[in-house]
């Protein structure tokens, strides 16, 4: 190959010196006079003769330069091939190429995340898209599609308004669903959970999208939304212990998170939904059983679960907005309305997610939990601590967690034993400036779906 590029290089440079050479001895022949080459002549030949003897020099010249022109031009383009190909031929291997090889080099393509809006009848989707379209880096890396369900032709008017900005697909099936008696009240949920579940397939099976970030059209987003959940793609695809990526702290209020610690992520044993992330290998796993209602409670139940996690931040990237809805503003008056919204762009794609890892997190976490230093409730109340270090309260039963929770100002309901944002049974929250873990005892091992 060395010895191609320099015999390559020689032909290129003798053109150069060839064609220069005839250029200056058009110069010199042009600008001598008839006269002086008429001397040089044979005798008796006339001015006439010398100047067209002159000239049929010139052309003749002219004609060897420009057939050396276009042998430049030729080995140039020969260059151009054999630097195209310079990499494929260093590779090979007695005259072989390694195509793996190469391939291997090449780096991988941007993954797309979409963004799938569940929307319904509320014209203040708006807001929802609003945020998503302000904040998204890209839309050919983040396309966004709103799923409307409901036919609310007002909602669909706001929808259509975006444009090419998204996708509007629209859920045909709106009839009533047949459902037992007792449930007449849940028609509601009922048709989340349809919906959902055809929302889903069009997205993994339409669409073809291999995960997707689902939103529903009552959550504002914060500044690093997608910043977020980029960052964490590759560790929901490669970690069989995690099983979504969730934008939501339940207990994210203002007050209940450490306002220094924008960046902290944490595993969490509860399904908190409110803006997440599920690959298309769980929607495979999860579509032939999917719920004909309340189909949230039915994730959070270990059947679903397995034992795996989710990534959720400590302090939210997803804000709720809407108090009207299915669940009649369950929790909002006390709890979703203090949610504190993420208001700091952290660049989650430069830092080191290691520490998510489950054997190096859970060590760590059993380290700092029960090595901090155990208080009781009232202790804690009447600000008797010192110090700004790690503190812990105990909780033995589902009586004295609700207890506790409910006095300590964090959520205490239970779904299949699990407490919101709960891991290995520990709810960590930030409380006067000071990091508490309400935590069962040592050696926690599983939990109890009766605590419910």
């Known amino acids: 190959m060395a010895m191609l590029c320099k015999r390559s290089s020689l032909i290129i440079c003798g053109a150069f010196i060839f064609v220069a050479w005839n250029v200056i001895l058009i110069f010199v022949l042009s600008g001598r006079p008839f006269s002086q080459l008429g001397s040089q002549a044979e005798p008796g030949r006339t001015d006439d003769r010398e100047g067209g003897q002159v000239e049929s020099i010139i052309n003749e010249v002219m004609r060897v330069a420009d057939a050396f022109e276009a042998e430049l031009k030729s080995q140039k383009k020969i260059l151009l091939q054999i630097k195209s190909h310079r990499s494929l031929w260093e590779d090979g291997k007695d005259g072989e190429i390694d195509v793996q090889q190469k391939s291997d080099a090449e780096p991988s393509p941007p993954v797309v995340i979409p963004i799938l809006v569940i929307a319904c009848n509320r014209v203040t989707v708006k807001r929802c898209l609003d945020k998503l379209i302000e904040h998204r880096p890209s ?31 629209k859920q045909s099936d709106l009839s009533d669903i047949a459902i037992p008696p007792q449930h007449k009240k849940f028609q509601g949920y009922y048709k989340i959970s349809r919906h959902y579940r055809w929302a889903l397939n069009q997205v993994f099976n339409t669409f073809s999208y291999t995960s997707v970030v689902v939103v529903e059209d009552d959550l504002e987003v914060a500044p690093d939304f997608f910043e977020y959940f980029r960052a964490l793609h590759p560790l929901l695809k ?93 929790f909002y008056d006390k709890y979703l309305r203090f949610i504190k919204l993420n208001a700091e762009f952290v660049p989650f794609t430069s830092l080191d997610l290691s520490y998510l890892d489950k054997k190096t997190y859970d060590e760590s976490f059993e380290k700092e939990v029960y090595g901090a230093q155990i208080v009781t409730m009232e202790e804690l109340q009447a600000s008797k601590l010192s110090g700004p270090g790690l503190f812990r309260v105990q909780y033995s039963s589902p009586g004295s967690f609700k207890t506790l929770a409910r006095n300590l100002g964090v959520m205490e309901d239970l779904k299949s034993g699990v407490p919101r944002a709960g891991y290995r049974g520990v709810v960590s929250f930030f409380s006067r400036g000071r990091r508490i873990y309400l935590a069962p005892p040592a050696g926690w091992s599983q939990y109890d779906p009766s605590w419910s």
């Not at 890396?141 to 900005?165: F, R």
């Not at 302090?315 to 009207?324: A, E």
């Not at 809805?325 to 369950?330: A, D, F, K, M, R």
């Open 139 to 169: 839309a050919e890396l983040h396309p966004i599609i709103v799923s409307q369900d409901c036919g609310h032709e007002e909602t669909a008017n706001v929808i259509a308004s975006y444009g090419s900005k998204l996708t509007h697909i």
């Open 238 to 330: 490669s970690d069989p212990t995690l099983w979504c990526v969730s934008a939501w702290n339940d207990n994210g209020r203002d007050g209940y998170v450490d306002p220094g610690k924008a960046s902290m992520l944490y595993r969490t044993d509860f399904f908190p939904g409110l803006g997440w992330m599920l690959t298309k290998d769980l929607w495979t796993e999860l579509e032939p059983k999917w719920p004909a209602s309340f189909w949230d409670d039915w994730m959070r139940h270990p059947d679903q679960r397995k034992d795996r996690s989710c990534i959720r931040p400590e302090i939210s990237r997803t804000l709720t907005f809407g108090r009207k809805g299915v669940s009649l503003g369950q």
